[in-house]
Structures are given as structure tokens and as C-alpha cells.
């Protein structure tokens, strides 16, 4: 099956109108913030978008997308790879009036003078929220153990003197 390349801006309202669904990838490459958090990603990042429109004539647009990363073990500092799958469903506004009036079960997503949306950014958004906090494989695939594993001992705190010892010596007095 052949990739097809999608559109970096598209156009919500308009979409939703034809009530369009695009199918596609994005090549990794474009996606510079996505790769300087991870130690490397497939060529492609597979997506599916459709938009639409609600009960209430919201413009509204939902999907999903997979990649496939190479995260960096912080456990054994090994690199082991990792798919990331992100659904996501977002509502254009133009200001924040808009914004105030949206329902909750949307994200608002700001359009652009032309009032489009620049749906590669919203995708490597989305990407980069999914990746792990802290990326750690599963224990039975580490080569750290926990054995291998040690923890610094804490020194108990030496006692410091109470500055107020003085005032009880005059008080003494």
C-alpha cells in the first residue's frame, strides 16, 4: 500500500463541511521537536484524521496517530524501541470568547489568519505529551537488576546548636 503524504495546514472548517477523512503519514523528519526528545523514530508517523461537525454545528476534528521511537533506557542507559499511539480530538477557535463557549469534550486549537490549522504541529504535540516521563523498559528485558541496583545511605544530621541558647542564658540571669 503506497503512503500517502498529508497536508501540514488544513483547513477545519471547510473539511468538516465535506465531512473529509485523511489517511496518511507525516515523514519523521518534519517532526524536529519530536526527534531531539527521543534517541531515534521510524521514517514515518502514521495518521488518521476526520472532521466534522456536532449537533451544535461545532467544527470539530478527531484521530489518531502511531509511531514507532527509540527511547533511551534510564534504569541500564540502553536504547530500546517503543510504539506511541495518541488519540486526540480538537475544535478550532479564533480568540478566547470562542474558546470559553467550547465543551469540554473538545480541545481547543487555535487557526491562523486564514483560519487553518497546522495539523503536523498538533500531531508532534500530541506525540511528545505521550512520551514516557521517565522511559524505562520492562524489568525482565533490563540488564540492571535489581540487585545491580544500589542506594546511597543518608548520613544522619549533625546536631547544630540552637542559636536561642544564648537568650536562655540571659533570661537565666
Given at each position: 500500500?503506497?503512503?500517502?503524504?498529508?497536508p501540514?495546514?488544513?483547513?477545519?472548517?471547510?473539511s468538516?463541511?465535506?465531512?473529509?477523512?485523511?489517511?496518511?503519514?507525516?515523514?519523521?523528519?518534519?517532526?524536529?521537536?519530536?526527534?531531539?526528545?527521543?534517541?531515534?523514530?521510524?521514517?514515518?508517523?502514521?495518521?488518521?484524521?476526520k472532521?466534522?461537525?456536532?449537533?451544535?454545528?461545532?467544527?470539530?476534528?478527531?484521530?489518531?496517530?502511531?509511531?514507532?521511537?527509540?527511547?533511551?533506557?534510564q534504569?541500564?542507559?540502553?536504547?530500546?524501541?517503543?510504539?506511541?499511539?495518541?488519540?486526540?480530538t480538537?475544535?478550532p477557535?479564533?480568540?478566547?470568547?470562542?474558546?470559553?463557549?467550547?465543551?469540554?469534550?473538545?480541545?481547543?486549537?487555535?487557526?491562523?489568519?486564514?483560519?487553518?490549522?497546522?495539523?503536523?504541529?498538533?500531531?508532534?504535540?500530541?506525540?511528545?505529551?505521550?512520551?514516557?516521563?521517565?522511559?524505562?523498559?520492562?524489568?525482565?528485558?533490563?540488564?540492571?537488576?535489581?540487585?545491580d541496583?544500589?542506594?546511597?545511605?543518608?548520613?544522619?544530621?549533625?546536631?547544630?546548636?540552637n542559636?536561642?541558647?544564648?537568650?536562655?542564658?540571659?533570661?537565666?540571669?
Amino acid at each position: 500500500m503506497a503512503k500517502v503524504k498529508l497536508p501540514q495546514l488544513i483547513d477545519p472548517t471547510k473539511s468538516a463541511m465535506k465531512r473529509s477523512t485523511y489517511v496518511g503519514v507525516y515523514a519523521s523528519d518534519l517532526m524536529e521537536r519530536l526527534n531531539s526528545a527521543v534517541e531515534a523514530s521510524g521514517e514515518w508517523i502514521s495518521v488518521d484524521v476526520k472532521f466534522e461537525k456536532d449537533a451544535q454545528s461545532l467544527t470539530y476534528f478527531h484521530g489518531n496517530a502511531n509511531a514507532e521511537v527509540e527511547l533511551l533506557c534510564q534504569r541500564c542507559n540502553k536504547a530500546y524501541s517503543d510504539s506511541i499511539a495518541v488519540e486526540f480530538t480538537f475544535s478550532p477557535v479564533q480568540g478566547e470568547d470562542e474558546e470559553a463557549a467550547l465543551p469540554s469534550a473538545y480541545e481547543p486549537v487555535e487557526v491562523n489568519d486564514h483560519g487553518e490549522v497546522d495539523l503536523l504541529q498538533l500531531v508532534e504535540d500530541e506525540l511528545i505529551l505521550s512520551l514516557p516521563i521517565v522511559a524505562l523498559h520492562a524489568e525482565e528485558d533490563c540488564n540492571v537488576g535489581p540487585d545491580d541496583m544500589t542506594f546511597g545511605k543518608i548520613e544522619p544530621e549533625q546536631e547544630r546548636k540552637n542559636p536561642f541558647e544564648v537568650l536562655k542564658e540571659l533570661k537565666r540571669d
